[in-house]
């Protein structure tokens, strides 16, 4: 079946630091989701981009859906230790199946 | 309560038990989703509802079984599970502008931990 490619799988940041995660598809997809994981809860809502080339905000963290539609990246500025999860990327393709990265783990130091 | 909830938190049930898990949204959506989260896999979609009727079921093995009584409820049947089964069931919910499975951001629920023993 259709997957997405995430990287990193894992990172471990200072205190302070940037962080940058993408997602790559070998299909075109309409809409690109990024999405946060605390432990033993579900996936919460970062950031919904739904044009190529678009470049959407939220506080600390900036995503943008790729010019070729196979890509998406998230870039956390200035990282605090609330920012310690799993972030997920998603994208929906023409059949608006929904299908998930596998997940970039973050971890932040003091 | 506000957004999707999700009961029980936490299941530990034996190869021949039946329990069901219950999902519920306060946030006035049209479908609504079963997912199942293992360690180190991408989410599995497993089934999908929309206008309360079931659009998809992703070759989901028949001892789940969801149902699904109105818009803002949702249930996953289980029975004579495996212990492969054991992974974290998360339940989400979309407002779906169109008649078919998903065009809308889907939210998600805090999910139940299931361990079958």
């Known amino acids: 079946g259709q997957q997405l490619n995430q990287s990193p799988q894992s990172m471990f940041i200072q205190e302070g630091e940037d962080v940058s995660m993408n997602c790559t598809s070998s299909?075109?997809?309409?809409?690109w989701l990024w999405y946060k994981q605390d432990p033993g809860e579900g996936p919460v809502l970062l950031i919904a981009?739904?044009?190529?080339?678009e470049l959407t905000s939220n506080g600390r963290l900036t995503a943008q859906f790729g010019i070729t539609r196979k890509d998406s990246f998230l870039n956390i500025s200035a990282s605090i230790p609330s920012d310690v999860g799993i972030y997920f990327c998603a994208g929906q393709d023409f059949t608006d199946k929904l299908i998930f990265g596998t997940g970039t783990r973050l971890q932040v130091f003091p | 309560e506000t957004g999707v909830t999700q009961t029980p938190r936490h299941l530990v049930m034996g190869m021949t038990n039946k329990k069901s898990l219950k999902c519920e949204q306060h946030?006035?959506?049209?479908?609504m989703y079963w997912y199942k989260q293992s360690a180190k896999k991408p989410l599995e979609l497993m089934f999908v509802y929309s206008l309360e009727e079931r659009v998809e079921n992703n070759s989901v093995p028949s001892r789940f079984s969801p149902e699904c009584p109105n818009s803002s409820h949702l249930f996953l049947h289980l029975h004579t599970l495996q212990p492969e089964d054991s992974a974290l069931y998360l339940c989400a919910s979309s407002q779906d502008h169109d008649s078919g499975v998903s065009t809308d951001t889907q939210y998600f629920g805090p999910g139940t931990r299931l361990t079958v023993l």
């Open positions: 946030l006035g959506h049209n479908a």
């Open positions: 981009l739904y044009k190529a080339g």
């Open positions: 299909s075109i997809f309409n809409t």
